[in-house]
């Protein structure tokens, strides 16, 4: 300590090891993973919409410079036919915003619409008592084809009215239980919060994408007036948007295509909702190693009450040879290297988001850990943190630009 003439100075000296540089980044990334917490219903859509924007610009952008082609009559003088030409209608951006933005409403339309029809059909039949003392009955029956051992009665009685289970299942099911008005309730006040930030993600996506170019300059001046690091800043962000697009859009496209098969699958089996399963398996894939699990369930109690047993028990085979080939083929071969991290990471990603986000956070996880990762790629130091979360470590060279230096000190080595 000492004194000086605009009062107490104090006077640190901060050791520069490894042990403080390495509780100094324990402190910021705690108090970033605070600040994301705190913050959630604010990060949480702008993210979102981030990841939208990536995804919908080269449309947005094609309509604008390239031109939608357009087909019309070409008659260059009366003597000769019509013939067919192709225009170029180039959209304004502004329109062209508005254009992708309402293409991707109506798909999120379509899909809840064809998800709600589903699920509005599964309620209706849920309430119906007659309905109800069927499904027991079928499900009883081959419960006790498929079980080694009898069924027990005080659980499994034939009577249904008798049944534990069936007593359970109803009373939760009845518009009159207190447990089922509460559940009523929380769908209602999640659908109304869902509705809300879907506007809110919207009107985000909307100015991202109208003002892009001058928002991509803003971020870039931030990082200081060097060209040098202004290049390294474009490049990574462009990198960054290039992996979160290629995620999100080939990530789309193999889950509905997959999804697709499967539900032709499901209907050839005869499931009752093969259409509806055929949507929720495909929302769920964008959940790494979890989703596929969870999807897996409602059409295998499906394919057991409506088709045989052991339609059942295929369809379970056949579903997990299907997932391995999807995960370990199908996303390799499309997505390519680049965006291939190993299950630890992915693992750990999942977790760390769904603490902080809750389940949006689970659907989030891979985009954002795409994001990161191409940061880590681009800034020389971090490049160890994103060999770390691939799934292919390789020994790259020095580039030009890159010099090492190692010396020997007290039998230490620096670099």
């Given at each position: ?68 082609p357009v ?7 009366e003597s ?202 495909a929302i ?132």
């Amino acid at each position: 300590d000492r004194f000086c003439s605009t009062g107490l100075c104090i006077v640190i000296n901060v050791s520069s090891g490894s042990a403080t540089r390495w509780g100094v980044n324990a402190v910021i990334l705690l108090g970033i993973t605070i600040a994301l917490y705190i913050g959630r219903e604010i990060f949480i859509p702008t993210v979102i919409a981030l990841f939208l924007a990536a995804m919908l610009w080269p449309l947005a952008n094609w309509m604008y410079q390239t031109g939608i082609p357009v087909i019309w009559f070409l008659r260059p003088d009366e003597s000769q036919k019509r013939s067919l030409g192709i225009h170029r209608l180039h959209v304004p951006w502004g329109l062209a915003c508005l254009s992708v933005i309402a293409i991707l409403i109506v798909f999120a339309l379509l899909v809840v619409a064809a998800f709600g029809l589903g699920l509005s059909k599964f309620v209706i039949d849920a309430a119906d008592s007659a309905k109800q003392e069927k499904v027991y009955s079928i499900f009883r029956e081959k419960l006790a084809r498929v079980s080694p051992t009898p069924l027990d009665p005080e659980y499994f009685p034939e009577e249904a009215n008798n049944s534990k289970v069936f007593i359970t299942v109803k009373g939760f099911l009845s518009p009159e239980s207190e447990s089922f008005q509460s559940l009523a309730r929380s769908l209602g006040m999640w659908s109304a919060a869902f509705v809300w930030q879907c506007i809110l993600i919207t009107f985000i996506l909307l100015f991202l994408l109208l003002e892009g170019r001058m928002l991509s300059r803003r971020v870039v001046e931030i990082f200081g007036p060097s060209t040098a690091i202004q290049g390294q800043a474009v490049g990574a962000l462009k990198d960054m948007a290039v992996q979160v697009r290629a995620y999100l859009v080939w990530r789309t496209i193999v889950n509905f295509g997959m999804a697709a098969v499967l539900g032709v699958v499901y209907h050839i089996a005869g499931l009752e909702l093969a259409w509806t399963w055929m949507l929720f398996t495909a929302i769920l894939w964008y959940i790494p190693y979890l989703g596929p699990i969870v999807a897996g369930v409602p059409p295998t109690l499906d394919a057991f009450i409506s088709c045989d047993p052991w339609v059942a028990i295929g369809l379970v085979i056949f579903y997990i040879v299907y997932v391995v080939i999807e995960g370990y083929l199908i996303v390799p071969v499309v997505m390519g290297r680049s965006m291939e991290m190993n299950a630890t990471t992915v693992m750990l990603a999942c977790l760390f988001w769904e603490r902080v986000w809750g389940p949006v956070g689970l659907f989030l996880a891979m985009p954002l850990m795409a994001a990161v990762k191409a940061v880590c790629a681009h800034v020389p130091d971090w490049r160890p943190w994103a060999n770390l979360m691939s799934s292919h470590v390789e020994d790259e060279e020095p580039s030009e630009g890159d010099t090492f230096h190692v010396t020997e000190e007290k039998g230490e080595t620096k670099s």
